[in-house]
């Protein structure tokens, strides 16, 4: 049986919630979405060095690995789950997680779920093995990546799709095998 609204407790996965791109923004207006209806919304990111505290009332804080390109900003890949952030995760007791991006976060999240029997999804919000390319490093950690990339996606049973053109099969470098939904 589907909870009420107000009774919803989703807990978003992802990388870039405070770097503004076209991901961040779609997250943003999904949870004032679900803020809207009531639900209950926590997000598990990393964050910048420079963050206003005040601005992580409802984040679950997480280490990353800054991106060592100069133009890649403030983006951070997350590297894991912690004790502390697992208590954390535990103690707000989800009724379903959205992950985002294929980080190594988001990895142990899903395996999270699967020990503790939380329904999950997630979102493909770009084709991450493009960004090798535009590192110039597809001809060293390609294949791995390539792996990698569809290992996570396998695990999850629906990934949802923001535009139809991104739902297209042909722009992805990985054939992945779950459904993809266009929202």
Known sequence: DRPADSELRILIFTATYFVLDGV???????????RSRGATVKIVSTVPDNIDPNLLKDVIVVPGIKIPFEHAGDYSFGVGLDEETIALLEEFNPNIVHFTVPDFVGLEGVKWCQRNNIAYMGTWHSNYCDYLKYYFVEWLLGPGFHRYVK??????PTVYVPT??????LLFDVALPVSLVFV
């Open 164 to 169: 139809p053109y991104v739902r297209c099969p």
């Open 24 to 34: 961040t923004l779609t997250i943003r207006r999904l949870e004032s979405h679900l």
């Open 151 to 156: 290992g996570f996606f396998e695990q999850l």
